[in-house]
């Protein structure tokens, strides 16, 4: 293995959007960062796929066939759809903190979401998989 990218913080899910563009999620810094993927597999041209409020530390995502992304979100409890650019789109609550989400189903318009109480350690045994139903399915990789 080698380094492609440094400088992210905190990298959580990521994937990939049109066969050339790695999208990361970086909790830390409220924000979805993206990288075009090279004929090499290099990352070039480095920039903000999306800002997002603060305090939205996006961990897991997934892409919809519309091009918006899906963020989890541990300390906002939702799951929030959001436009290139950072424009809110859709939410979905939950009443603990949302780690990953992924779409699926028969016709990919299932949103799954895996979520926890999280108080730093204790609660284990307090996950769940939500799902809901969307307008848009899925898309991208995973």
């Known amino acids: 293995s080698r380094c492609a990218a440094e400088d992210v913080w905190f990298p959580n899910g990521m994937l990939v959007l049109d066969d050339d563009t790695l999208v990361l999620a970086e909790s830390h810094a ?23 409020e603060p305090g939205s530390a ?38 603990r903190g949302c780690f990953a989400c992924m779409l699926g189903g028969d016709d990919g318009r299932t949103l799954y979401i895996v979520a926890n109480r999280y108080d730093g350690g204790s609660g284990a045994s ?8 969307v307008d848009v399915g899925h898309a991208g990789r995973p």
């Open 30 to 52: 409220d924000r979805l960062t993206a990288w075009t993927i090279s004929e090499s597999g290099e990352l070039i041209d480095r920039r903000v796929w999306a800002q997002l």
């Open 58 to 95: 996006p961990d897991g995502i997934c892409v919809d066939a519309d091009g918006a992304i899906w963020y989890a979100s541990v300390p906002q409890q939702r799951c929030t759809r959001v436009a290139q650019g950072g424009e809110v789109l859709a939410s979905v609550a939950a009443d």
């Open 126 to 133: 307090d996950g769940v998989v939500l799902t809901q139903a």
